[in-house]
């Protein structure tokens, strides 16, 4: 079958771009393989931390398969396949000899920069340990020529702390996405812990700082090993960047945060989870963060997981702020169908006697909104669902009949 003009055009565009390089090429060919699967394994969630890496479907990983899937896909595209593993062992061997160099030249920089790219965006755990192996490196460099933290300019530290967070979000990757940390052999060493990276990136001289987006990223992977310790974990860090901040302003915590750290709270399951991320809330406002919906959400969903008694009423309160500043003029708090379902979802939990009036108030409002133009509140079944529930918990002598 002959490729199609808008085929013929991709590869015409990546020969453009990527000219003779043939790590370069075979990357760009494999993600054209790849695409539909690259949408749904984004290392970073959009609104999350904003553009680290590329996210495609690593290479390596393929390699990493069972061989019964490998004699599939070689089936079909055995000499893609060797050129794979060719361009994967290409660069390893420049990464070894790099890396047994006594000292680095300027052009073995900029050589080493790319590898470390190349590596950390596979996000497998080869190219992690690659990366960190590359961090090491030009640690040893910095501190072997005595090279001043002041003294380095102002692109080179940003860079370096760049080289960090390339290397760190491909490590919380493997942490959220756990099926491509099991695609590891034998010789490469187990997936560390949050605390292992946080006494990595420790170790490092002080020429590799991190800055709030390293440590938003390791509360986010946190989340994912640890839920029930998490919140602690998160509080704890926070505190820990604030004191940092006074030397190292990159550090000081921003929005992003102080929403990962809330929604650690809502992860955790605890009593006092929504107390603690209202409070968080609070001093949000205080520092002058910008308060958006996905602060608000993630607070009333703080209330509906805790458990607490009064949760209902006070996930409602939240809500009712929230409409009012919306109709105030800010234009980034638009309660949505997720703030309803969660502050739905916390009546449901509350046991109140009045959770099933509550609960279909709720879900009339949604849907009055949705049909006077807020397309954003549109009921789903989740809304009806947590409704239900909240009927069937209320312990109201009629909540059978509703």
């Keep these: ?57 690593p290479i390596s990983a393929e390699l990493h398969k069972p061989s019964s899937t490998i004699r599939v896909l070689s089936s079909t595209s055995t000499p893609l396949i060797k050129m794979m593993t060719d361009a994967i062992e290409m660069q390893r061997n420049k990464t070894q000899r790099l890396l047994g160099l006594e000292s680095l030249s300027p052009n073995d920089w ?17 190219g992690l340990d690659w990366s960190w192996k590359i ?4 640690a040893i460099e910095c501190s072997s020529k005595n090279v001043k933290y002041n ?33 590891t052999t034998s010789n490469e060493p187990a997936l560390m812990t949050t605390e292992n990276i946080l006494n990595k990136i420790d170790s490092f001289p002080p020429h590799i700082l991190p800055d709030a987006q390293t440590y938003s990223m390791i509360i986010d992977a946190k989340i994912m090993q640890d839920p029930s310790k998490a919140a602690q974990f998160a509080e704890q860090i926070l505190e820990q960047m604030h004191q940092e901040s006074r030397l190292n302003h990159r550090v000081e915590p921003d929005l992003v ?49 805790s458990n607490d008694p009064t949760a209902g009423q006070r996930a409602e309160l939240l809500l009712r702020r929230m409409l009012e500043l919306s109709r105030q003029g800010n234009d980034d708090m638009h309660p949505n169908t997720i703030t309803y379902n969660s502050v739905i979802d916390a009546w449901a939990k509350s046991g109140d006697l009045s959770a099933g009036k509550k609960a279909e108030s709720l879900l009339s409002e949604m849907a009055e909104q949705y049909n006077t133009g807020n397309g ?19 312990r109201d002598p009629n909540a059978g009949m509703r």
């Design 257 to 305: 945060t102080y929403n990962s750290v809330i929604n650690a709270w809502s992860k955790s399951g605890l009593q006092n989870a929504g107390e603690k991320a209202e409070a968080l809330l609070q001093r949000m406002e205080e520092l002058g963060l910008k308060l958006g919906t996905i602060s608000f959400n993630s607070v009333i969903s703080a209330w509906a997981n």
């Design 151 to 183: 003294d380095m300019e102002s692109q080179l530290k940003g860079k370096m702390t760049a080289w960090l967070n390339l290397t760190v979000n491909s490590w919380r990757f493997l942490v959220l996405d756990p099926q491509s940390a099991e695609m």
């Design 135 to 138: 961090l090491d490196r030009l």
């Design 110 to 126: 900029d050589e080493i920069e790319s590898l470390l790219f190349w590596w950390a965006s596979q996000e497998t755990m080869e």
């Design 376 to 394: 954003d509140t549109k009921p789903d079944t989740l809304s009806y669902n947590s409704a239900i529930t909240a009927w069937a918990k209320s």
């Design 1 to 57: 079958m002959k490729p199609t003009i808008a085929t013929l055009q991709k590869r015409r565009m990546l020969l453009r771009m990527n000219g003779s390089d043939p790590i370069r090429f075979l990357s760009s060919t494999y993600l054209l393989f790849h695409a539909h699967a690259q949408s749904r394994r984004r290392g970073l969630r959009e609104g999350s931390f904003g553009t680290i890496a590329m996210t495609a479907i």
